[in-house]
């Protein structure tokens, strides 16, 4: 079945739970920074897919689930477009606080009519964005929530015999998923994307700059001060600086040229949206979900290569230090 046409069935079903999204295919390479994660990314996901005969030739399983985590903002959403992008495959994205509640069964219903819809669908990135939601653990679940969860337990192996599909997965409350969901067999990766490392801050910072009149700027400097920040604090910070620059020429009536010191004065003031106590949660859920029986979480290569991937760990974590 087309993607097209898979559309056209998902809104005669009036499942407005999912839907295809059109990415560009430079999606990928408007990631700023975040070295590590993309690649990791790029080695084991893109590569691997996208050279299929010479993975099978070195025994490489190609992947097929990808679990993201991190706080609100950091670019999950992002990574997901820019893989569908990079690879040249159409997004599926699955909203779960979509799913129509009526009735106890009916959520776990629309979840299966969705995966059955999917199967056989070649090409195709399946993102499901607050994935807690479908997945949460047992113990807090309502007997709904524990029925959508034993769905999607099921639904994940199922997925994984399709051809050419990934699935991608994205939660900012990894500690509340099912654990039966993280074990070896369902996501080959669980990958830790975390605020803007200063290369990302200073990507970032450039862009908004761009919109602003401003004098030469220490780049360096004030990424320096930006990173942990995400986005949207960085997108805050130039709003506040151009108001800022927009009355200071009102009343002077001279250019004003906003200047590397009225940057850092923002920045200062600035909360950043992930304080210190999410950041000491998320560099706890990287060691504690930093593992996995058959290797390391970044990927399922077997104990012979835990060291590599160990390396990547310090490198995600020195990424994500405060
Ligand atoms: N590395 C990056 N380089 C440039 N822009 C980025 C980067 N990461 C995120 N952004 C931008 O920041 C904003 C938030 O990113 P995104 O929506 O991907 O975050 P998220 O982790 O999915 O957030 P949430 O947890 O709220 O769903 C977007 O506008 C995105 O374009
Ligand atoms: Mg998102």
Same mark, same amino acid.
């Given at each position: 079945?087309?993607? %097209?046409?898979?559309?056209? /069935? &998902?809104e005669?079903?009036?499942m407005?739970?999912?839907?295809?999204?059109?990415v560009e295919s430079?999606? +990928?390479?408007?990631?700023?920074?975040?070295?590590?994660?993309?690649e990791?990314i790029?080695?084991?996901?893109?590569?691997? &897919?996208?050279?299929?005969?010479?993975?099978?030739?070195?025994?490489? %399983?190609?992947?097929?689930?990808?679990?993201? #985590?991190?706080p609100?903002?950091t670019?999950?959403?992002?990574?997901t477009?820019? $893989?569908a992008?990079?690879?040249? +495959?159409? *997004?599926?994205?699955i909203?779960?606080s979509?799913?129509?509640?009526e009735?106890?069964?009916f959520?776990a219903?629309q979840?299966?009519? $969705? #995966?059955?819809q999917?199967?056989?669908l070649?090409?195709i990135?399946?993102?499901?964005?607050?994935?807690?939601?479908?997945?949460i653990?047992a113990?807090?679940? =309502?007997? @709904?929530?524990?029925? *959508?969860s034993n769905?999607m *337990?099921?639904?994940?192996?199922?997925?994984?015999?399709?051809? !050419?599909?990934?699935l991608v997965?994205a =939660?900012?409350?990894i500690h509340? *998923?099912?654990?039966?969901?993280?074990?070896?067999?369902r #996501?080959?990766?669980? &990958?830790?994307?975390g605020?803007? /490392?200063?290369?990302?801050?200073?990507?970032?910072?450039s862009?908004y700059?761009?919109?602003?009149?401003?004098?030469?700027? /220490?780049?360096?400097l004030?990424?320096?001060?930006?990173?942990?920040f995400?986005? @949207?604090? $960085?997108?805050?910070?130039? @709003?506040?600086?151009? !108001?800022?620059?927009?009355?200071?020429?009102?009343?002077?009536?001279?250019?004003?040229?906003?200047?590397? !010191?009225?940057?850092?004065?923002?920045?200062?003031? !600035?909360?950043?949206?992930i304080?210190?106590?999410?950041?000491?949660?998320?560099?706890?859920?990287i060691?504690?979900?930093?593992?996995?029986a058959?290797?390391?979480?970044?990927?399922? %290569?077997?104990?012979?290569?835990?060291?590599?991937?160990?390396k990547?760990?310090?490198?995600?974590n020195?990424n %994500?230090?405060?």
């Amino acid at each position: 079945m087309s993607v %097209t046409k898979l559309n056209k /069935d &998902l809104e005669h079903l009036n499942m407005q739970a999912a839907e295809v999204i059109k990415v560009e295919s430079s999606a +990928w390479d408007s990631i700023a920074g975040m070295k590590a994660q993309k690649e990791i990314i790029e080695k084991k996901i893109l590569l691997p &897919l996208t050279n299929k005969k010479l993975a099978k030739k070195h025994g490489v %399983t190609l992947p097929k689930a990808l679990l993201l #985590f991190g706080p609100p903002g950091t670019g999950k959403t992002s990574f997901t477009k820019g $893989i569908a992008g990079k690879l040249g +495959w159409s *997004l599926v994205e699955i909203s779960p606080s979509e799913l129509v509640t009526e009735g106890l069964h009916f959520e776990a219903q629309q979840l299966k009519q $969705i #995966f059955s819809q999917l199967n056989g669908l070649k090409n195709i990135v399946v993102f499901i964005d607050e994935f807690e939601e479908l997945a949460i653990n047992a113990e807090k679940a =309502t007997k @709904a929530e524990r029925m *959508l969860s034993n769905e999607m *337990l099921k639904q994940i192996p199922q997925f994984r015999k399709n051809e !050419q599909v990934l699935l991608v997965c994205a =939660t900012n409350h990894i500690h509340h *998923l099912n654990s039966a969901l993280l074990r070896p067999g369902r #996501f080959d990766f669980i &990958l830790p994307i975390g605020p803007l /490392d200063k290369e990302a801050a200073s990507a970032v910072i450039s862009i908004y700059l761009e919109k602003i009149n401003h004098n030469t700027i /220490d780049l360096e400097l004030v990424a320096e001060k930006a990173k942990n920040f995400t986005p @949207a604090d $960085i997108e805050s910070v130039i @709003a506040q600086v151009a !108001q800022s620059a927009f009355e200071k020429e009102l009343s002077s009536k001279h250019d004003y040229k906003v200047s590397t !010191q009225d940057i850092l004065k923002y920045l200062s003031i !600035q909360k950043p949206t992930i304080n210190k106590e999410d950041m000491e949660l998320f560099q706890k859920q990287i060691k504690e979900y930093g593992r996995c029986a058959s290797g390391c979480i970044y990927c399922f %290569t077997g104990e012979g290569q835990n060291k590599s991937c160990n390396k990547e760990v310090e490198k995600l974590n020195s990424n %994500t230090r405060i």
